[in-house]
Structure formats: C-alpha cells, structure tokens
C-alpha cells in the first residue's frame, strides 16, 4: 500500500510562507491517476479540506475560500510529490496539515471536501503561526 509523507511543516510569523511538501511512495504513473488533497485540523476542531488538486492533464484545482488568495497547490508526477504554497500566513491557519489521496476522484469541491472520498493519508506535519 502506498504511503504519503509529508514535509516543510515549522514555525513561521505572522505574513510568513511555507511551502508543504507530500511525497507518495509509488510510481509516477501511478501517481498520475490520483487526486491529491491538503487538509488540516487546528486544536479542538475538525479535520477540514484546504485545497485539491485533480489527476489527469487537467489539473484542475480547488480551494476553500479562507485560503484561494493565499495558497496554491500544484503537483509533480515526476518526483510523486503535491506541495502546497501557503503565503500571507495568520496565526488562524496555525494546524496539522495532512495529504491525502484519491484514485481517479473528481467532481465537484463538496466531493474533495467530504472525507470519505480519500483513500489515503498522511500523518500531518504541524504549521505554526506565530502573532
């Protein structure tokens, strides 16, 4: 079974960016048939989607709207790895951040939103933002 590990997690100011990285341990064909996903989970809360990026050529992308003009998922299938680009960063995305991954999944943003449609996940990497 594939794993996925991810990376680039740390302390950072208010303003501040990070990029994460996950890693998924199969081939990039493989890989190239997945839809990748970012979620988080601050202290108290539930598990929530943060952004989706699809398999296919077309790449589509989805983020929730508390992070469309601050972060940017892309993906290489090359290397196997999404990464998410968070910039502009506040102390309210302060979470474990996990990767997931789905094969073939695709749809609409309440699709990647739901939890249930991810096969795969990560054991998080903590993002701390500092005020």
């Known amino acids: 079974q594939e794993t996925l590990v991810e990376s680039g997690g740390g302390l950072v100011q208010a303003g501040g960016s990070l990029r994460l990285s996950c890693q998924a341990d199969?081939?990039?064909?493989?890989?190239?048939?997945?839809?990748m996903g970012w979620f988080r989970r601050a202290f108290g809360k539930e598990r929530e989607f943060v952004a989706a990026i699809t398999w296919g050529m077309n790449r589509a992308t989805y983020l929730e709207d508390f992070v469309k003009d601050r972060f940017t998922i892309s993906r290489d299938n090359a290397q196997t790895t999404v990464y998410l680009q968070m910039d502009k960063l506040t102390p309210e995305d302060t979470a474990v951040y996990y990767c997931a991954a789905a094969p073939w999944l695709s749809g609409t943003i309440e699709n990647m939103r739901d939890r249930n449609s991810w096969r795969r996940w990560g054991l998080g990497t903590q993002v701390t933002v500092s005020s």
């Open positions: 199969v081939s990039g064909l493989i890989f190239s048939t997945y839809t």
